[in-house]
């Protein structure tokens, strides 16, 4: 089939160091980007950069590298909100996904939900996306209930709507499965939930990395993301909601940073999205975001996004031509992003990623922390590859071709 | 680490054809434990016969290769063995069991479960075994 390119990959691949070294002797095909993705030069280098010559807190040192400090990392927020259509007022630094949905947890919901209130969630989120709504229900007396899918990795959209004539407080659905794939249609499912009252949020972890997200065109009240993900250093992520939103919340952490005036018997918070970020900051990893989205910027997220729906389509080919092999996800690749989960006849997945492993593959297994989600599709574990920007053809080669290894050594 | 050497055709056949799988009727023992990471799920029960040996034992579980093989493995070698067997058993012993396979880090924890589950079973039952006695002697 034809192996057009959105982009010069093998040029791109020249910016990430990593991709150079050697595994087991192997070339490394690095397949394991949503887990975490590798980071180009750049960002190393911002990193560096800060710590070398204007490391400094940020926001109340008047000098010289408190000054360069504070201007890149708020040029980092401004540059991270505008590449997700959000406004930088109301864009929080957060260490990533997981913890901008605790903060939700506790700063809107410890207010806002109430004793026999309904909580929405799906069957396909990351447990970081359901979790914090269990204790959140457990600790309210709320109730949590679930949208199941249909048999292609899709939401059941009916029984979304059974859900929303209940009137829930909060919806909370992820933009892309990190498993299935599945590309959820969040805009449709926040204006259905807006109708009934209910807040949503939306994981953003495996979709902001991988395809243009207009966060105020999705419409979601509360949209997280990670960075390290997008080729950003770990530790640092956003939570974007209305300023008005995070204006009328409680403070999540207290102590420095967040604070106006304090006084011996109460205090004041300061202005959002700073009454957010208690204690110093991230700066350095920040900075690295903003760096690792005007990399991606240049690149451009529509190309991006048509990369990996080329490298999808010829993945899902290639796999399912390996007798035995059992894709999960929606069949066609424009409907989901680029990862495509699997099985492999009796090869355990944890024993496919060991013998792939020995061929310079990455690959993730296991439950992928979406437990109720291996439940419904009655697995204890998948095998998933996922790709980005630096991968090529050649490494869903490598990865069909480790598949046969693995087939010949299980005697299949 | 070869991949060629850990999957051997005996480990193959223990994977696909476990011995001693299954539950059973009577038992004095029983013990089970879980891999987080990877999901792998062992159950081991064991009835204890004269001279506390292992009578029977019997295990249950889904997992990947390496840690139903191992356990399976090792149910064969457990029964008949007195309880203070599993007192001695070590690591170097499973993977000698296994033909000494170079496993990496995460993978050990597989080999492993299996042994963990035993001795978890066999510790406690003799603790409380220990308990019941009031002359504080181990059985």
Redesign the interface.
Known sequence: MLKAEAFEVAKVREDFPILKRKV?GKRLVYLDNAATTQKPQLVVDALVDFYTRYNSNVHRSVHTLGEEATAAYEAARSKTAKFVGADPKGLVFVRGTTEATNLVRFAWGEKNVKKGDVLVATLMEHHSNIVPWQLLARSKGATLKYVGLNPDGTLDMGQLEDLLREAPRLVAVAHCSNVLGTINEVSAICAMAKKVGATTVVDGAQSVPHMPVDIGAVGADFYAFSGHKMLAPTGVGALAARKELLEEMDPFQSGGEMIKEVFEDHSTWNDVPYKFEAGTVNIADAIGLGTAVDYLSSIGMERVRKHEVALLDYALRALSEVKGVKIYGPPDPARRGGVVSFNYA??????LA??L??EGVAIR???HCAQLL?RWLDV??TARASFHVYNSYDDVDALTAGLHKAGK???L | MSSADIYREVILDYYRHPRNFGKLEKFDIDSHDSNPLCGDEIEMQVQVGSGQKMEEVKFTGKGCAISQASVSMLTELAKGKPLGWVKELSKEDVFKMLGNPDLGPSRVKCALLGMKVLKTGVYGYLGAQYEEKDEGELP
């Open positions: 087991h009796d090869v355990h997945p944890h024993d060991t013998i492993d020995e297994s296991g439950h291996m204890p574990a050594l299980f005697r």
